[in-house]
């Protein structure tokens, strides 16, 4: 089973650029969600989704939009980056009543 | 609104030893909570979910305890090995607001052989 795929496992980005992190998983999890960790913060939810067609913000949910379109993907959108938008993300997924299932993570470096 | 903590936040011990790393959260009206390991640079491995009408789970050497009305859960590690060694963390799901999983900050332990 391929669970959790994050792509791509890193990016540099000049401040102002815009990218998407792609996030699948393959487990019809109905509940999907992005984290960013980062040095003294742990681990803060940026947006997560209950199934496709319904979003909604986690903690730090400014300068990101996500979208859920089918059941298996759940891309998270930089609008445009800024340098404090430099991180590791993680997409997760799980049903309601499981354990949750993390992906690998993106390293993005923000210029 | 919910907050995790977990103690200590670094730990160091010898291969072979017992140990207990701890997690608090200050809403008892919880849905679950979780134990992760992460290791350097790497996501995180579900390592035990316990559901809030159960007292404890175990998986081989590790055994995680809940006690809602304390707001506390434990992870207890037998036998400690050094591919122990990585950052543990838990996360509690909340019963009000099922889709927000609030995680602590972690315990770093490391493992001397």
């Known amino acids: 089973n391929a669970g959790v795929t994050q792509t791509p496992k890193f990016q540099v980005l000049k401040t102002g650029q815009s990218m998407t992190l792609q996030c699948a998983q393959d487990?019809?999890?109905?509940?999907m969600s992005w984290y960013r960790q980062d040095p003294g913060m742990g681990l803060r939810l940026i947006h997560y989704s209950v199934g496709a067609g319904i979003t909604d913000q986690g903690e730090v949910p400014n300068g990101y939009n996500v979208s859920r379109s089918t059941t298996e993907d759940f891309p998270l959108r930089l609008l445009s980056a800024a340098p404090s938008q430099t991180s590791v993300y993680f997409c997760?997924?799980?049903?309601?009543?499981?354990?949750?299932?993390f992906g690998d993570g993106t390293r993005l470096s923000i210029l | 609104k919910q907050e995790v903590t977990q103690i200590p936040a670094a730990l160091s011990v010898p291969e072979g030893e017992n140990l207990v790393l701890n997690c608090s959260f200050t809403?008892?009206?919880?849905?679950?909570l979780q134990w992760f390991r992460q290791d350097p640079g790497k996501g995180l491995t579900s390592l035990l979910l316990?559901?809030?009408?159960?007292r404890e789970q175990t998986s081989g050497r590790l055994n995680a305890s809940l006690d809602k009305s304390s707001g506390r859960s434990t992870l207890y590690i037998a036998a400690s090995q050094p591919g122990d060694s990585a950052t543990y963390l838990c996360a509690v799901r909340r019963a009000t607001s099922y889709d927000k999983v609030i995680f602590g900050p972690g315990t770093s332990l490391s493992v001397i052989p």
């Open positions: 316990i559901q809030s009408s159960q």
């Open positions: 487990m019809n999890h109905e509940y």
């Open positions: 997760a997924s799980g049903y309601k009543s499981g354990p949750q299932h």
């Open positions: 809403d008892s009206a919880i849905y679950n």
